[in-house]
């Protein structure tokens, strides 16, 4: 138990040394997926009415990444217009 307990902290001082950009990446892909997986079900999406199964767990992960990706891309665009202005 106290060999778990130095490896869980040595993991999260890992994590806490991350960038905030780094440690979203992390963990909203993850959350994104589990939400959908509990919003939806492990069932799978209908891919436009057809029989191609886009399960859920996978759409999250491909929405959480591109949520951390275009957040960011967003806050460089802002930047620039400040720095533009």
Same mark, same amino acid.
Do not use: E, Q, S
């Given at each position: 138990?106290?060999?778990l307990r130095l490896i869980l902290s040595a /993991?999260?001082?890992w994590y806490r040394r991350r960038s905030?950009? /780094?440690q979203a990446l992390l963990v909203v892909p993850v959350l994104?997926?589990?939400l959908l997986t509990a919003l939806i079900g492990n069932m799978g999406? *209908?891919?436009m009415g057809t029989a191609v199964p886009?399960?859920?767990w996978l759409a999250g992960w491909v929405a959480g990444i591109a949520v951390v990706i275009l957040g960011k891309a967003g806050f460089v /665009? *802002?930047?620039d217009r400040?720095?533009?202005k």
């Open positions: 138990m106290k060999r /993991v999260w001082r905030l950009f /780094v994104c997926g589990i999406l *209908a891919l886009i399960y859920a /665009v *802002a930047k400040r720095r533009a």
